[in-house]
């Protein structure tokens, strides 16, 4: 990988990172960077096309379709499932006609397969421990949480991808971050994440694969841990990984492309070897308390701009002069916000909950545990948006669907939704949302959008409230 | 990929840190299937505001690009490549680049030039000082010149000559075919394929 200059002496034991890329080594010379090969290509409609266009003007073929998977999801309308947009629906239809010539195969919308990229992957059992997974989406980094090494690359390298199943990398930096202690109840593990990027900063991790360990990281479910991997590129991490144990496991076993019989074995063997020695070492080490932890939201521009729920809007005079505090003036400008406001005052008029951060099963109980029996209060947009039409159809047997939409949220079908802006579901200009997504960066939502990141039992609560809220600051039903 | 050997130029000042690639091209114009024609799209909500300094008419003609630290963060989308060079930028300044731009950069012809802050910091004021002060990029000395300052940057060789050769990687890749079938061939039988399951 590009962000890392040096290449690194292995110690005596190593890392899961480092086990996992040493497996994926197809050549190594020295002073160059390493072929490294890919073992799950994922694909979507965006960053895929001119890739393809380069295939073609090279005279190049694919070079493994069964090692690639490709989804519609970013442009999807996630209401009516009919692209208007005449330049959406073209790129749509070129990712079709791509997957068709080159024969790849691709979940369209309106197919039970079909969902968020980074979703799919997970749900059809196709994320495995110890893999390498690409994609041309820098959320990627989402599949580590099954202890693979997963990362975006650029349209460039998707090209290369295909063509080659391979890409030419400098080995990065490794980086461990321990979480000590237990979450609290009601804390999730978005919260920790974005307590996280508020204390190591959007750039803090750049260069580096990290590692979440520890305590509270084996306490969270897969769930928990995607959501938690999802956002490492928010700190500048090139990926983020989990080591696999019986949680991973308990959720694979089963999966439509999950080994089976004498092959399961085999795979856990190989997948309970992946753990980071005991003499190994990271390059970096960054520690963080659950414990202290508490629900947090962002009030800026950026990820690492994020304070705890019980907190005010920070001052940025309070900042060291320069950088930060320039950065903090002009976010809260964009905002609409005073310095001095507690968090908790502060009004929404769209409430989003989705995305390949929180758009999964346990994401969507979390919220309908606390939306049930309420009501969405006056003025306020509700929409909730499943990951995968998979979700989408499990909380549907599961009833979720009737408890959103008898308190007034919009229940759709799957897609990037208002993650970012390139299908109808946006935020028009000066609008508010407290969103489950990843970015709060400026217009990313729409044009003029103004984006609190929350959890998912923080949007359930703030649209019952109106404003950012808790559970806790709900009235008993 | 063309060649880049020594770019000289002038630059602009971008005073601002975490600038993030929904900036430098909004999502909107991601519906493209085209690689060119990004540069109108460069900064469009920024270039609304006519105080921007890409709206300055004493840069008008700047190719680098002089940024605060953490530029390109966000996502993977090659179209800011695209948008910066097609807009006419060679080379991006910054103390510190986000890992995935910083890759697609080194694809797209556009020269991530990483120097430390205190060094970004000198040139900004330079470069606003005088607008029309020549800032030369010198891709075979490592180096970037402009008025007194000289100052090294980073580079691995390997990197660096294919930017001085424009060679496109996938081509070298090919190269080495035998070694990606034999790897292929031991690969674990467990690991899965994206073949349709019943
Ligand atoms: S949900 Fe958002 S972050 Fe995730 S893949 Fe879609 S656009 Fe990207």
């Keep these: 990988m590009q962000g890392a200059e040096t290449q690194r002496e292995t110690p005596m034991g190593r890392t899961l990172a480092e086990k996992v890329w040493d497996a994926h080594v197809v050549r190594r010379a020295e002073g160059e960077p390493d072929l490294v090969y890919v073992d799950l290509h994922l694909v979507h409609e965006v960053t895929s096309p001119q890739a393809f266009d380069g295939l073609r003007l090279a005279g190049r ?3 493994r379709p069964d090692l690639t998977l490709a ?36 979940h369209s919308m309106g197919d039970a397969g079909q969902g968020i990229v980074h979703v799919i992957g997970p749900q059809l059992g196709v994320t495995q421990p110890g893999m390498t997974i690409v994609c041309g989406d ?41 979480v000590t202690g237990q979450l609290q109840p009601g804390v999730t593990s978005k919260d920790l994440v974005l307590a996280l990027i508020a204390q190591v900063g959007t750039g803090g991790g750049q260069g580096h694969v990290v590692e979440y360990r520890g305590e509270a990281v084996r306490a969270l479910s897969m769930e928990g841990r995607m959501t938690v991997c999802n956002m490492s590129i928010e700190w500048g991490a090139r990926a983020g990984m989990i080591a696999p144990d019986a949680t991973t496991y308990a959720y694979l076993q089963g999966r439509p492309h999950a080994p089976q019989g004498a092959d399961w074995d085999a795979a856990v063997a190989a997948w309970d070897a992946l753990a980071t020695d005991a003499d190994a070492e990271y ?12 629900p947090f939201v962002t009030w800026g521009t950026n990820p690492g701009q994020g304070v705890a729920l019980g907190a005010d809007v920070p001052d940025p005079s309070s900042l060291p002069a320069g950088n930060e505090r320039e950065a903090a003036e002009r976010a809260l400008a964009y905002m609409g916000l005073t ?5 908790r005052e502060i009004a929404v008029d769209t409430v989003f909950l989705g995305s390949c951060t929180n758009g999964r099963m346990e994401d969507l109980r979390a919220a309908a545990q606390v939306v049930k029996g309420r009501k969405v209060a006056d003025g306020i947009r509700a929409m909730v948006v499943p990951g995968s039409m998979l979700v989408k159809l499990q909380a549907e047997q599961e009833g979720l669907d009737k408890v959103f939409t008898e308190a007034g949220f919009d229940w759709r079908n799957a897609g990037c939704s208002m993650c970012l802006g390139m299908n109808p579901d946006t935020l028009a200009p000066g609008e508010r949302s407290a969103s489950t997504s990843n970015r709060n960066f400026e217009g990313r939502q729409g044009r003029g959008g103004r984006t609190h990141l929350v959890s998912p039992e923080v949007a359930a609560a703030t649209a019952i409230r109106g404003r950012l809220s808790a559970p806790s600051d709900l009235q008993e039903v | 990929m063309d060649p880049f050997t020594t770019h000289v130029g002038h630059a602009v000042p971008l005073r601002r840190s975490d600038v993030d690639t929904d900036q430098i091209i909004p999502s909107d114009w991601l519906k493209r299937v085209e690689r060119t024609g990004f540069g109108a799209g460069l900064f469009s909500e920024w270039r609304e505001d006519p105080a921007f300094v890409l709206n300055d008419a004493r840069y008008a003609d700047a190719s680098v690009l002089v940024a605060g630290e953490n530029f390109g963060t966000g996502s993977s989308r090659e179209h800011a490549v695209w948008a910066l060079t097609d807009f006419g930028f060679r080379a991006v300044v910054s103390s510190r680049f986000a890992d995935i731009f910083r890759s697609n950069a080194l694809k797209g012809g556009l020269l991530p030039v990483q120097l430390p802050a205190d060094v970004v910091d000198a040139l900004m004021a330079a470069v606003e000082a005088d607008p029309a002060l020549q800032v030369t990029v010198d891709l075979e000395a490592r180096e970037l010149r402009a008025g007194d300052l000289v100052a090294a940057f980073p580079l691995d060789h390997i990197t660096r000559w294919r930017h001085m050769e424009g060679l496109a990687d996938i081509g070298l890749t090919l190269r080495q075919e035998p070694d990606i079938a034999a790897y292929e061939a031991v690969r674990p039988p467990h690991l899965p394929t994206t073949a349709p399951v019943a």
């Design chain 1, 283 to 294: 390059d970096a080490e960054v520690f963080l308390d659950a414990s202290a932890v508490t």
């Design chain 1, 61 to 63: 073929g694919v070079r």
């Design chain 1, 339 to 343: 310095a001095g406001t507690p968090m």
């Design chain 1, 138 to 178: 820098s959320h990627t980094s989402t599949h580590g949480a099954f202890g693979a090494l997963a990362f975006g690359i650029g349209t460039s390298e998707v090209e290369h991808v295909l063509a080659t199943q391979t890409l030419q990398l400098v080995r990065p930096r490794t980086m461990a971050v321990t």
């Design chain 1, 71 to 106: 989804t519609e999801d970013h442009n999807v309308p996630t209401g009516s499932l009919v692209i208007e947009d005449p330049v959406s629906r073209k790129q749509v239809e070129t990712l079709r006609a791509n997957c068709a010539e080159f024969g790849i195969r691709l």
